[in-house]
């Protein structure tokens, strides 16, 4: 709630707006489940094609290459046995979650799975028919999709909230022309934003009347570098021409800030100095 406060001089309006956020968050529920459960099938049915095989995960352990997704695979199962049901094929496949999904298009996947997943998206336009075309947009909705169940704010700049509920429903399309149309009639993403910019009394322009609140540094630059050891580090031409090629290749900033021994707001802060980043980063603008 702070971070509400600390935007608003009157207290009603500070929980108003709390409330606001609560309601935007519940309103994605239906394309962002839909998205989910429609990415699953998809990639789910291609692996199976590719495999010849209802267990298509069983090839992991033993593939050069994509062993390093079994952790996934382990961990499925393991929430199956804990719940004392039968380790099934289909029951393994519904336990993955999203970040595997996602991570199946990150790059060190490419010569070995993306000649057969590209088939998941038999609507993406032939011009953009590209790995990294389908994972930079899906390794982003995975980070906001996060946000929201961890319960983070996303009720400020409501047109940019817009833009990610567009690009949802753009990648169902990829997979499903007639997704969009589904579940149109019962989406309430876009009632629900114009509930919100009445009554928070927000222009139509920017449908926002506030600044992104600004945080208190509550760390000294030795504590964020145990951390992350580079943080506050200068950047060097090698360092930013892998980071644009990382970047181009789909990685998301969660993995960026991995690799790069980084924050993730030092990440997304060097990518817009590079002139990347903007077109659809959550973490950038919520």
Same mark, same amino acid.
């Given at each position: ?22 309601? #935007? ?10 998205? +989910? ?7 789910? &049915? ?19 290459? #994509?062993?390093?997704?079994? &952790? ?11 719940? /004392? ?18 991570? %199946? #298009? /990150? ?8 000649? *057969?997943?590209? &088939? ?8 953009? @028919? ?11 909705? @995975? ?13 400020? /700049?409501?047109? &940019?909230? +817009?833009? =990610?509920?567009?690009? =949802?429903?753009?990648?169902? !399309? ?12 019962? *989406? ?15 222009? /139509?322009?920017?449908?926002?009347? #506030? ?14 570098? $145990? ?5 506050? %580090? ?9 980071? $644009? ?8 900033? *969660?993995?960026?800030?991995? %690799? ?10 060097? %990518? @817009? $100095?590079? !002139?990347?980043?903007? *077109? ?7």
């Amino acid at each position: 709630m702070e971070r509400y406060f600390n935007a608003h001089q009157d207290e009603q309006k500070a929980i108003l707006h709390y409330q606001c956020n609560v309601e #935007l968050s519940e309103a994605f529920y239906v394309s962002l489940s839909t998205f +989910e459960v429609a990415l699953r099938n998809a990639l789910s &049915r291609e692996l199976q094609t590719m495999t010849g095989r209802e267990d298509w995960y069983a090839i992991f352990p033993t593939m050069p290459g #994509l062993v390093g997704l079994n &952790r996934y695979i382990t961990q499925a199962k393991k929430q199956i046995v804990g719940r /004392n049901e039968p380790i099934l094929a289909s029951k393994v496949i519904a336990e993955l979650t999203l970040g595997f999904w996602v991570s %199946l #298009l /990150n790059s060190e996947y490419e010569r070995i799975l993306w000649k *057969d997943l590209r &088939r998941a998206f038999p609507y993406l336009p032939k011009h953009l @028919r590209q790995r990294r075309t389908v994972s930079a947009p899906l390794n982003s909705l @995975r980070s906001f999709r996060n946000r929201i169940f961890h319960n983070e704010s996303i009720c400020w /700049n409501l047109d &940019r909230v +817009e833009a =990610i509920h567009n690009e =949802i429903i753009q990648v169902m !399309g990829w997979i499903n022309k007639d997704i969009p149309g589904w579940i149109e009639p019962f *989406d309430r993403f876009t009632s629900v934003v114009s509930k919100i910019s009445i009554v928070m009394n927000w222009s /139509n322009n920017c449908k926002s009347g #506030l600044p992104e609140p600004t945080k208190e540094k509550s760390y000294t630059i030795a504590e964020k570098q $145990k951390e992350n050891p580079k943080a506050y %580090l200068p950047w060097d031409v090698e360092a930013d021409n892998a980071l $644009k090629r990382l970047y181009a290749e789909g990685y998301g900033i *969660d993995e960026l800030a991995g %690799l790069f021994e980084r924050t993730k707001g030092a990440i997304r802060s060097r %990518l @817009r $100095k590079l !002139g990347l980043g903007e *077109d659809f980063d959550p973490g950038s603008f919520l």
